[in-house]
Nanobody, 122 residues
């Protein structure tokens, strides 16, 4: 079992930045791939970014490539999502997720946090 807790969401103006954190507890964090997803009302949960456990390879949705950066600190059992040049369409609840293998589909992940709201005003 892995428990995940996100933080760092909030309200920001377009063009601004936020950094989300996801703290993990339970089993060995360093052996899990981590992902960030987001969801707006009435829509399916959408892949944002992921990072592997083995070599730190990163993956991004086209919509955030060049603006968002995922990173992990295994010593702190934490994964981060640095979000720059934010747009109103980035407004969503952001979730972190963990699984033994990295993936880009939400149903590939076994463990989820409770989510943190990000609102970008125009």
């Amino acid at each position: 079992q892995v428990q995940l807790v996100e933080s760092g969401g909030g309200l920001v103006q377009a063009g601004g930045s936020l950094r989300l954190s996801c703290a993990a507890s339970g089993r060995t964090f360093s052996s899990y791939a981590m992902g960030w997803f987001r969801q707006t009302p009435g829509k399916e949960r959408e892949f944002v970014a992921a990072i592997s456990w083995s070599d730190g390879s990163t993956y991004y949705a086209d919509s955030v490539k060049g603006r968002f950066t995922i990173s992990r600190d295994n010593a702190k059992d934490t994964v981060y999502l640095q979000m720059n040049s934010l747009k109103p369409e980035d407004t969503a609840v952001y979730y972190c997720a963990a699984d033994s293998e990295v993936g880009v589909y939400h149903d590939e992940y076994d463990y989820w946090g409770q989510g943190t709201q990000v609102t970008v005003s125009s």
